[in-house]
């Protein structure tokens, strides 16, 4: 959400934005908000002076009725009730003005970096750089079910009866091996610095709203009937929330955090839920990394962390490359974003495996994320977040990427001690 004082001063800046994201439909909100805030300061400033001249009325009263000139005290004590129901007036107005004004904030995206590309949608993303050689061998790749499948570690048919299309049982070394990407996920993060959490796997609604745009919760969140709860659909959903209507110190920045959680999406909307594999599913498992930190680090620790995820793939001997998303491809309250591309031999083109976000302070300003800096001065911190690694998608690009001729998938050595020591699955 952007500063009301922002758009007031710099309206055509922030039009100008809505375009590069090419949601013309949005332009209106600016001067709508523009009219409301104008009545708003009105209202403030007519309630100011009402209660001023009630301060100055209220003295003369005393000395009205000491001079014994009952009827003109009586006509003023007439005029402070009439200007008290009329500040009645003015605070109801008030309250809905200001309701008004941040449901529209609410929507108006976020300004987007300049170095952000322009295009409508993900299909003018442009690549940035390749890590790892891609290899195509010269036997055929499954799909990643089937290969799943042979290790008898993949039971859709059964989840299907059990919760329906986009669900999934593992079992054996395929769940092993999901657990072991998992478990150095955890270890690789440590041991850059970021301290481990495991979060609340549901967040109330006031979060939801904070860390998400309106269209992302009506496409992902799911709602526990009767409650003011909603299932995360990652990590960084309560790790953010985590520091809701917070004042922190600038010496304690930056606070780095990596945490696991098994994520929930609707996947409203999305092509291929109902595909036999585990591409597109409802329910995941995922370790998030995510840095609170002041504005002028923001930029610093968003390449840190999207490097974390291409370092974390490429000692699993798994090529990638990484994607700078357009502006069209952008959500709302997203600054900038990277996304992380797996190879995938059997398609031979590469697909996402994580995304890197800095988000600026759009999600502080919403749930009241702030700082105190040198000589008391108080503003509000940037959030930024990065997918470690979010298997089964990741054990795609795995098993593509390890399995042999002969049908057997090598360990790469850095998961080897959390595979029981394993160097090949058969």
């Known amino acids: 959400m952007l500063d009301i004082k922002f758009l007031r001063e710099n309206p055509e800046l922030v039009k100008e934005n809505i375009r590069k994201k090419f949601q013309d439909a949005k332009l209106p909100l600016v001067d709508e908000v523009i009219e409301l805030d104008k009545e708003n300061r009105a209202i403030k400033g007519e309630v100011e002076d009402l209660r001023a001249q009630r301060n100055k009325l209220s003295k003369q009263i005393g000395a009205l009725m000491k001079q014994g000139k009952k009827e003109e005290a009586e006509e003023i004590k007439a005029q402070i009730a009439k200007d008290a129901d009329r500040v009645d007036e003015l605070s109801a107005r008030e309250k809905e003005v200001e309701e008004e004004i941040k449901k529209r904030m609410m929507i108006i995206p976020n300004i987007i970096d300049p170095s952000v590309p322009i295009g409508k949608d993900d299909s003018e993303n442009v690549e940035i750089e390749r890590f790892g050689e891609p290899v195509v061998p010269d036997y055929p790749i499954p799909y990643h079910a089937e290969i799943m499948e042979k290790f008898s570690g993949l039971d859709l048919d059964a989840a299907r009866r059990v919760a ?232 795609i690009a795995f098993l593509e990427n390890h399995l042999q001729a002969d049908g057997s998938v090598t360990i790469p050595k850095v998961l080897q001690p959390y595979m029981g020591g394993k160097t090949e699955l058969r």
């Not at 799911?222 to 110190?249: A, C, P, R, V, W």
């Not at 092509?271 to 998030?288: A, D, L």
């Not at 840095?291 to 968003?302: H, L, N, Y």
């Open 164 to 395: 329906g299309n986009g669900f999934y049982y593992l079992m054996g070394d395929i769940a092993r091996l999901h657990s072991a990407v998992i478990s150095y996920a955890r270890d690789f993060m440590i041991d850059r610095g970021f301290t481990y959490c495991v979060p609340p796997f549901m967040i109330r609604s006031d979060v939801v709203t904070g860390v998400m745009s309106f269209a992302e919760m009506d496409a992902m969140m799911y709602k526990i009937e009767g409650e003011d709860l909603y299932l995360i659909g990652t990590s960084e959903h309560s790790m953010i929330g985590k520091f809701i209507d917070t004042m922190n110190q600038e010496a304690d920045l930056p606070y780095t955090l990596t945490s696991y959680s098994p994520c929930f999406r609707k996947e409203k909307g999305a092509h291929g839920i109902e595909e036999r594999g585990v591409y597109r599913i409802h329910q995941f498992e995922k370790q998030e990394m995510i840095v609170i930190c002041k504005p002028e680090d923001s930029p610093m620790w968003f390449d840190k962390l999207w490097q974390n995820t291409v370092d974390l793939f490429r000692s699993m001997e798994i090529p990638v490359r990484t994607l700078e998303c357009c502006s069209g491809d952008l959500a709302d309250l997203k600054v900038k974003s990277i996304d992380v591309e797996a190879w995938s031999p059997r398609q031979q083109k590469y697909f996402e495996v994580g995304s890197c976000s800095n988000l600026g302070d759009a999600q502080a300003r919403r749930l009241r994320i702030r700082v105190q800096g040198e000589k008391g001065k108080k503003y509000f911190a940037h959030t930024l977040n990065n997918t470690v690694v979010a298997p089964p998608r990741m054990l």
